[in-house]
């Protein structure tokens, strides 16, 4: 059949599917839903993939974050020791300076470990101010968490045996604290302490928070100290006053990152440091163990949960839609029995009243796919609506941190390009199934018969 | 030369236990250039003939002769052809497609010529002669439903034509029309025939008979007579 027959039969499939338009619409809306559905999953599927190799790359696909998270009240009275100075008790949690050395000392597989202390606290400079992260490391804390140095250079060895005053700037401090000077040199106060800036890091797109760890990980508005520095400026103890009382903790060490040699070491070395530290710590959960590797398997937990979701909706809708439009075409089938004798009459074989009647399916159908896809194509956008949703309602209650809601609230869902010509040719294909059988039985009809009808 | 002929035809349906023998044995000859009127009263087979005549069903035995073709023989798809080629409809109740306007509606029987060609500029200046003959010029736009009965009946005719068939055949063709426009389509057939088409029409009413050639009465699925009606001039 020559492309010119084709095309007229599609515009003729057009003209009679225009005569009835609401039935038309409401035919199609299956597919449509059916299509979207198809689409949406694949784009959630893809940002959530894409999201998890982006946060595994920031975090080291080999590192396993080991970060100090505050018990929960209850327990954290029965466990407090340590402290215990001024008449009142200090609660004291989180890794210890011991747990870093256990740990580079008893695990073979790993090649590099690097051990800091954080705090959230005020920098000056003059009279401009910032709320900055405050970081007591090593000089291995750069390497490990892929940060690069814009100017100057990081902290050294000589720095941490030296206990000195100095200290790196991430981006953001840099430029807020010094938008017009040189800060190489300069001196900024921390608390009451003064640090002389020895460097600038590169500017670096946050990445996600992980675990209990303080805030998602802005490295842009950090200041590294060395860590010895840190210990005795700062100390372990910190307080803070909240609504006129005073609170105060012990921490000896925030984070301590291992970097294991060989990527298939990682998750059973993670499940020794887990081990190990429990013996320590005991009851006390005051500690997490955070496998960027893992995170790829929790990107795939929520891909599996989507795909089921919204395959299930795909699925029924698609095949509902399915039965809706041969519903349809049956009734439209009957309805223009008269037209099929006549053109019966007039020569038309059996094969091109089928040829005509599937076409008007498969042009019902791909209209409803074409929609649908429009509609795929808004996925970023209602998702991000679901969001706000998700974040109000369903994250809220309890803790509403786990890596899972974090993971969805920070993800963006991506367009598989791909799927649009797949879908679209799943609703031709559904044109084509539901669609045999009315155009087989329009085709089928005695044409002395279909003259007759009224 | 025959454009048709009939030997020795039956027709029977079969409805369970009981046996329909719609026509018993007819045997008829339709020169070419013939323009005859099937008669009879209503259940005498007369529709059953003319839908064997026009290749819409086989004989149940007997022989129909088209053009050369035996079209008991012939599988669907021939059928198809051999009407699609062979024969112009003309029915009573018109039967245009309700959403095509005329000129769709003329090209229909050209889009199902064996070889599915596409309609080229000459076949699209006969649609247009085929209109203008039937005085529709300035109506190929419009739809059925826009048209009176005869206007209607005019299109079924140029359609009847497009593929420039070997019979034309009419069932009751001015059955639904008033007697002004059944003397127009009448004087459109007439015409027809003497430029040598051949036309087998199936009519009620002697009026309408007596503008054919010759006519044949038909009585339980048998020709009962067949003869000249005098036409009125002749009276
Ligand atoms: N499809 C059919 N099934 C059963 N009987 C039929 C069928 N078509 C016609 N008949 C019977 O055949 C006989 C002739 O019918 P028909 O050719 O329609 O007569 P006419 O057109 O002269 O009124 C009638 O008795 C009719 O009931
Ligand atoms: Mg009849």
Redesign the pocket.
């Given at each position: 059949m020559p492309l010119a027959n084709t095309i007229r039969t599609i515009r003729l499939a057009f003209k009679s599917l225009l005569l009835h338009k609401l039935r038309s619409g409401l035919t199609m809306l299956g597919i449509v839903f059916g299509v979207f559905s198809v689409i949406a999953m694949l784009a959630i599927g893809e940002g959530a993939s894409a999201q998890a190799q982006q946060q595994v790359l920031a975090l080291g696909a080999t590192n396993i974050i080991v970060v100090t998270v505050k018990p929960p009240p209850d327990t954290q009275q029965n466990s407090s020791s340590g402290g215990g100075r001024r008449g009142f008790s200090v609660p004291q949690y989180g890794l210890l300076r011991s747990d870093y050395d256990l740990l580079t000392s008893t695990l073979p597989s790993i090649s590099g470990a690097v051990r800091m202390r954080e705090i959230l606290s005020e920098a000056r400079y003059l009279q401009r101010t910032i709320n900055a992260r405050l970081v007591g490391s090593t000089t291995e804390y750069s390497d490990m968490n892929h940060l690069q140095l814009l100017r100057g250079r990081f902290l050294s060895d000589q720095d941490e045996r030296d206990m000195a005053n100095v200290c790196v700037l991430g981006a953001e401090t840099a430029s807020t604290l010094f938008p017009l000077e040189d800060p190489l040199g300069q001196i900024i106060q921390v608390r009451t302490h003064r640090y002389t800036v020895i460097g600038i890091m590169r500017s670096r797109t946050a990445s996600a928070a992980i675990g209990g760890s303080m805030s998602g990980q802005d490295f842009n508005k950090d200041i590294y100290i060395p860590l010895s520095t840190f210990r005795v400026r700062v100390g372990d103890i910190t307080f803070t006053r909240l609504s006129g009382t005073f609170s105060a903790e012990q921490v000896e060490l925030s984070q301590i990152t291992l970097k294991v040699r060989d990527m298939k070491d990682v998750v059973a070395t993670s499940e020794v440091v887990k081990e190990s530290l429990k013996r320590t710590h005991g009851s006390k959960s005051d500690f997490d163990v955070i496998v960027p590797l893992e995170l790829l398997r929790q990107a795939d937990q929520i891909r599996q949960i989507f795909n089921i979701v919204l395959g299930s909706i795909a699925a029924i809708s698609l095949v509902v839609g399915g039965i809706g439009i041969m519903n349809i075409m049956l009734a439209t089938v009957t309805e223009r029995t008269r037209e099929i004798g006549i053109r019966r009459a007039l020569g038309a074989r059996q094969r091109d009243i089928i040829h005509q009647f599937l076409t008007e399916t498969i042009v019902l159908a791909g209209s409803g796919g074409l929609i649908g896809i429009l509609l795929g194509l808004s996925t970023p956008l209602a998702f991000g609506g679901l969001k706000g949703i998700v974040n109000n309602f369903v994250l809220n209650q309890g803790n509403g941190t786990s890596q899972m809601g974090k993971m969805f609230t920070e993800m963006e869902p991506k367009i598989a390009w791909w799927s649009l010509p797949i879908a679209f040719g799943i609703s031709v294909g559904i044109g084509i199934i539901f669609g045999i059988y009315p155009a087989r039985s329009a085709a089928r009809m005695d044409p002395?018969?279909a003259l007759r009808h009224e | 030369m025959y454009a048709a002929r009939l030997i020795d035809l039956t027709k029977f349906?079969y409805?369970g236990d009981n046996v329909?023998r719609?026509l018993r044995g007819v045997s008829a000859d339709f020169p070419e250039g013939d323009f005859v009127a099937i008669m009879?009263?209503?259940?005498?087979?007369?529709?059953?003939?003319l839908n064997l005549l026009g290749a819409l069903d086989r004989p149940t035995t007997g022989q129909y002769i088209l053009s050369g073709y035996d079209v008991g023989k012939l599988d669907d798809d021939d059928l198809s052809e051999i009407r699609n080629r062979l024969i112009g409809f003309i029915f009573q109740s018109y039967n245009l497609i309700p959403q095509y306007t005329v000129l769709e509606n003329i090209q229909v029987p050209l889009h199902y010529r064996s070889d599915r060609r596409t309609i080229g500029s000459e076949e699209m200046n006969r649609c247009l002669d085929l209109a203008s003959r039937v005085g529709l010029s300035d109506r190929l736009d419009h739809r059925p439903f826009q048209l009176s009965g005869g206007q209607q009946q005019r299109v079924a005719i140029a359609r009847a034509l497009v593929n420039d068939p070997e019979i034309i055949l009419a069932d009751e063709p001015t059955g639904n029309l008033d007697s002004a426009t059944e003397k127009e389509i009448m004087d459109l057939l007439t015409a027809l025939n003497r430029e040598g088409r051949t036309i087998i029409m199936?009519t009620h009413e002697t009026s309408v008979a007596r503008r054919a050639r010759h006519q044949i009465v038909?009585k339980d699925?048998l020709i009962h007579s067949e003869g000249m009606l005098l036409t009125e001039g002749e009276k």
């Open positions: 002395i018969e | 349906y409805l329909v719609a009879g009263s209503s259940g005498s087979g007369k529709s059953t003939l199936v038909m699925g």
